[in-house]
Nanobody
Framework: QVQLVESGGGLVQAGGSLRLSCAAS????????MAWFRQPLGKEREFVAA????????DYPDSVKGRFTISRDNAKATGYLQMNSLKPEDTAVYYC??????????????WGRGTQVTVSS
Protein backbone atom coordinates (compact mmCIF):
# COMPACT_ATOMS: atom_id res chain seq x y z
CA GLN A 1 0.00 0.00 0.00
CA VAL A 2 0.99 3.58 -0.63
CA GLN A 3 -0.12 6.54 1.45
CA LEU A 4 -0.12 9.99 -0.12
CA VAL A 5 -0.39 13.22 1.84
CA GLU A 6 -0.81 16.56 0.13
CA SER A 7 0.19 19.90 1.62
CA GLY A 8 0.71 23.49 0.55
CA GLY A 9 -2.83 24.47 -0.31
CA GLY A 10 -4.39 27.70 0.87
CA LEU A 11 -5.89 31.03 -0.10
CA VAL A 12 -4.09 33.19 -2.64
CA GLN A 13 -4.97 36.21 -4.74
CA ALA A 14 -5.30 35.95 -8.49
CA GLY A 15 -1.89 36.16 -10.10
CA GLY A 16 -0.20 34.61 -7.10
CA SER A 17 1.63 31.32 -6.69
CA LEU A 18 1.41 28.20 -4.58
CA ARG A 19 3.53 25.08 -4.37
CA LEU A 20 1.80 21.83 -3.51
CA SER A 21 3.68 18.85 -2.15
CA CYS A 22 2.74 15.18 -2.11
CA ALA A 23 4.61 13.00 0.36
CA ALA A 24 4.45 9.27 -0.28
CA SER A 25 5.00 6.55 2.29
CA UNK A 26 4.60 2.82 2.42
CA UNK A 27 5.80 1.14 -0.72
CA UNK A 28 8.32 2.92 -2.91
CA UNK A 29 6.74 5.07 -5.62
CA UNK A 30 9.86 5.59 -7.70
CA UNK A 31 8.42 3.32 -10.41
CA UNK A 32 5.03 5.02 -10.43
CA UNK A 33 3.73 7.86 -12.53
CA MET A 34 2.84 10.78 -10.27
CA ALA A 35 -0.03 13.04 -11.15
CA TRP A 36 -2.23 15.82 -9.86
CA PHE A 37 -5.95 16.14 -10.34
CA ARG A 38 -8.39 18.73 -9.10
CA GLN A 39 -12.07 18.86 -8.34
CA PRO A 40 -13.89 22.19 -8.24
CA LEU A 41 -16.93 22.28 -6.00
CA GLY A 42 -19.86 20.58 -7.70
CA LYS A 43 -17.82 19.46 -10.69
CA GLU A 44 -16.01 16.33 -11.79
CA ARG A 45 -12.40 15.60 -11.01
CA GLU A 46 -10.08 16.72 -13.80
CA PHE A 47 -6.50 16.05 -14.80
CA VAL A 48 -3.93 18.75 -14.01
CA ALA A 49 -0.48 17.30 -14.54
CA ALA A 50 1.51 14.07 -14.69
CA UNK A 51 5.16 13.13 -14.64
CA UNK A 52 6.76 9.81 -15.48
CA UNK A 53 8.69 7.72 -12.99
CA UNK A 54 12.07 9.18 -13.95
CA UNK A 55 10.81 12.73 -13.98
CA UNK A 56 11.81 13.34 -17.57
CA UNK A 57 8.40 13.55 -19.19
CA UNK A 58 5.51 15.74 -18.08
CA ASP A 59 2.04 16.34 -19.45
CA TYR A 60 -0.50 19.10 -18.85
CA PRO A 61 -3.90 20.09 -20.17
CA ASP A 62 -4.11 23.38 -22.04
CA SER A 63 -5.87 25.01 -19.09
CA VAL A 64 -2.69 24.98 -16.97
CA LYS A 65 0.10 24.61 -19.53
CA GLY A 66 2.70 27.32 -19.10
CA ARG A 67 1.48 28.16 -15.58
CA PHE A 68 1.87 24.88 -13.66
CA THR A 69 4.99 22.75 -13.35
CA ILE A 70 5.05 19.22 -11.97
CA SER A 71 8.24 17.72 -10.56
CA ARG A 72 9.32 14.91 -8.28
CA ASP A 73 12.17 13.91 -6.02
CA ASN A 74 12.31 10.13 -5.86
CA ALA A 75 14.95 10.20 -3.13
CA LYS A 76 12.46 12.04 -0.93
CA ALA A 77 9.42 10.15 -2.27
CA THR A 78 7.78 13.51 -2.84
CA GLY A 79 6.04 15.13 -5.75
CA TYR A 80 5.43 18.81 -6.31
CA LEU A 81 3.12 21.05 -8.25
CA GLN A 82 4.28 24.63 -8.72
CA MET A 83 1.33 26.81 -9.64
CA ASN A 84 1.95 30.31 -10.96
CA SER A 85 -0.32 33.01 -12.35
CA LEU A 86 -3.24 31.49 -10.50
CA LYS A 87 -6.75 32.29 -11.62
CA PRO A 88 -10.06 32.08 -9.74
CA GLU A 89 -11.02 29.14 -11.96
CA ASP A 90 -8.09 27.20 -10.48
CA THR A 91 -10.01 27.03 -7.21
CA ALA A 92 -10.52 23.37 -6.33
CA VAL A 93 -9.46 20.53 -4.09
CA TYR A 94 -6.18 19.22 -5.48
CA TYR A 95 -5.45 15.51 -5.27
CA CYS A 96 -2.16 13.69 -5.62
CA UNK A 97 -2.18 10.40 -7.52
CA UNK A 98 0.35 7.65 -8.10
CA UNK A 99 -0.34 4.98 -10.68
CA UNK A 100 1.29 2.16 -12.57
CA UNK A 101 0.31 -0.97 -14.42
CA UNK A 102 0.74 -4.09 -12.35
CA UNK A 103 0.84 -7.76 -13.23
CA UNK A 104 -1.65 -8.61 -15.94
CA UNK A 105 -2.05 -5.02 -17.00
CA UNK A 106 -4.16 -3.98 -14.05
CA UNK A 107 -3.93 -0.26 -13.30
CA UNK A 108 -2.97 0.37 -9.69
CA UNK A 109 -4.04 3.77 -8.37
CA UNK A 110 -3.35 5.53 -5.09
CA TRP A 111 -4.91 8.83 -4.05
CA GLY A 112 -4.29 11.38 -1.38
CA ARG A 113 -7.09 13.07 0.56
CA GLY A 114 -6.64 16.39 -1.17
CA THR A 115 -5.72 19.95 -0.30
CA GLN A 116 -7.90 22.99 -0.89
CA VAL A 117 -6.67 25.75 -3.17
CA THR A 118 -8.73 28.94 -3.26
CA VAL A 119 -7.89 31.79 -5.60
CA SER A 120 -9.61 35.09 -4.90
CA SER A 121 -10.26 37.65 -7.61
Amino acid sequence: QVQLVESGGGLVQAGGSLRLSCAASGRTVSSYTMAWFRQPLGKEREFVAAINYRGGLADYPDSVKGRFTISRDNAKATGYLQMNSLKPEDTAVYYCNCNRYGVGGTLVNYWGRGTQVTVSS
